[in-house]
């Protein structure tokens, strides 16, 4: 007799955080948590509307991007994004990203009123790979480009809300960041002019 599940396929799993500290309140960070309004603070950001009634962020609303796949798993392939949970009360959110027959991503984000005009932004990311042949993509680079992108987020988020203006994504402000020589090699084809620009 063979045990229920026996020799079923099992997926690899990255799992990473981020936590920035941003002057502002929740009121004004966590709208920017929308993919209508990232344009304002990601850099070369784009994406298609798939469903929203308010066409912005709500509960369900999915959107589609093509900048998640080329750095995530080194594939030109759209990422489709489902906003899973979504309370603007207590600012947070939960994006459910589909990378076609790769992974499946869970993002959940929540900005929290830390006193003197100040907020703290939680990021935290689970990528689960959803066949054995995408398994190689979880390797040892993963944890790094899963850190990577995390912090790019949190750093535009946090340059934003408190400059106004939109944060570069050039090699010397990666560098700043903490982003060593290695990393960067790993997604300068993927972020437009990386290895080009010095502004």
Not at 7 to 29: C, D, L, W
């Amino acid at each position: 007799m063979t045990d229920i599940g026996s020799g079923a396929f099992k997926g690899n799993r990255v799992v990473e955080t981020h936590k920035e500290m941003i002057k502002g309140s929740p009121t004004k960070i966590f709208p920017l948590l929308c993919p209508v309004q990232e344009y304002k603070w990601i850099d070369n950001w784009d994406c298609e509307i798939i469903f929203s009634n308010s066409d912005g962020v709500e509960n369900n609303c999915i959107f589609k991007e093509n900048k998640s796949g080329p750095i995530l798993f080194r594939s030109n392939i759209p990422t489709y994004w489902t906003v899973s949970y979504y309370n603007p009360t207590n600012y947070c959110i939960q994006f459910v990203l589909l990378s076609e027959q790769i992974a499946i991503t869970k993002i959940d984000v929540e900005i929290k009123d830390i006193g003197d005009g100040k907020s703290s932004a939680s990021w935290s990311i689970i990528i689960t790979t959803i066949c054995k042949n995408a398994n190689h993509y979880i390797d040892k680079s993963m944890q790094n480009k899963a850190k990577m992108y995390l912090m790019v987020l949190g750093k535009a988020l946090k340059h934003y809300s408190e400059s106004g203006e939109k944060l570069t994504l050039n090699k010397t402000n990666l560098i700043r960041m903490g982003f060593s020589i290695g990393v960067l090699d790993l997604i300068k084809n993927h972020l437009k002019g990386l290895s080009l620009k010095k502004h």
